[in-house]
């Protein structure tokens, strides 16, 4: 039984720093790509950072690149979402993904599977 589960969301203040971490089981985790999208109510979901299987490719949209940093340990099973300068646009509710294959595709219906996700706060 696969299993992605987010940890480290919270409420900060804007320009503030977070780090969110997702710990998988029960997959290769080396075979798959990563993803981090999020959902703020009312919106659709977006997508945030995607790193290939090694970790040495990444993606970003516009709206966090420069601010956002995604990185894995595949030792550990690991994928983490460094968020810096945050801004109360950026709340909402953060998920990680997988997926096989190696395009980092930002459409989420190509992820195979997803974490609970960990709630995100930036008051201004």
């Known amino acids: 039984q696969v299993q992605l589960i987010e940890s480290g969301g919270g409420l900060v203040q804007a320009g503030d720093s977070l780090r969110l971490s997702c710990a998988a089981s029960g997959l290769t985790f080396r075979m798959n790509v990563m993803g981090w999208f999020r959902q703020a109510p009312g919106k659709e979901r977006e997508f945030v950072a995607a790193?290939?299987?090694?970790?040495?490719?990444?993606y970003y949209p516009d709206s966090v690149k420069g601010r956002f940093t995604i990185s894995r340990d595949n030792a550990k099973n690991t994928v983490s979402l460094q968020m810096d300068s945050l801004k109360p646009e950026d709340t909402a509710l953060y998920y990680c993904a997988a997926r096989t294959g190696v395009n980092l595709n930002p459409r989420g219906t190509t992820y195979n599977y997803w974490g609970q996700g960990t709630q995100v706060t930036v008051s201004s």
């Open positions: 790193i290939s299987q090694s970790g040495g490719t990444t």
